[in-house]
């Protein structure tokens, strides 16, 4: 398999452009981030990695902790057209209208694999969704469990069940 593994859904979507664009800047960062080798590297270390790359291509991203170094997008609008709910997200492509969530070891055991998709379901402009989810993560018991696996078979499943519409044209979901 190559890396990284990705899919795009809805399954008859043709892959846009940026799609390629994306895949190898994370193809170019995989001895970096690449989580059958780093099992400790979390979702920040991965962002931090293909920051330089993503912001050359136009994207917003997360640089820190601190609220300038953060992205948030509009959620709501209140009084006077001022924003009265955003959510953080870890990057934004602005051209395309990609949010970008990577998770690290929370992404599928904690839920943050669903959280994120309907906390992104709700913001503003959102076009598109890309979500990482690590192809290898050790914790306890449990040795190189593939959250991006694991995640790629519940997308398939909402949209294969046509019981949940999601607003996005497109979800790519990569394993890192």
Avoid: C
Avoid at 103 to 128: C, H, K, M, P, V
Avoid at 134 to 139: D, E, P, T
Avoid at 150 to 173: M, N
Wanted: aromatic content about 14%; overall charge negative; proline content about 5%.
């Amino acid at each position: 398999m190559s890396y990284p593994e990705w899919s795009l859904f809805p399954r008859h979507l043709s892959a846009p452009s940026w799609v390629e664009e994306f895949v190898q800047i994370v193809q170019k960062n995989q001895p970096i981030i690449n989580s059958y080798e780093h099992n400790k590297f979390d979702s920040d270390e991965v962002l931090k990695a293909l920051e330089p790359d993503l912001e050359s291509n136009g994207w917003q991203v997360e640089t820190g902790k601190k609220d300038k170094q953060k992205i948030f997008r509009p959620v709501l609008y209140g009084d006077g057209g001022k924003t009265r709910v955003s959510y953080e997200i870890d990057g934004w492509n602005p051209e395309h209208k990609i949010v970008l969530e990577v998770e690290s070891g929370r992404g599928w055991q904690g839920n943050a694999f669903y959280r994120d998709l309907i906390r992104t379901s709700i913001i503003q402009d959102a076009d598109f969704l890309i979500l990482g989810m690590r192809l290898s993560y050790s914790y306890g018991n449990v040795k190189n469990q593939n959250d991006y696996l694991k995640a790629k078979e519940q997308l398939d499943a909402v949209y294969a069940s046509g019981r949940l519409s999601l607003p996005f044209k497109g979800i790519l979901i990569f394993g890192w």
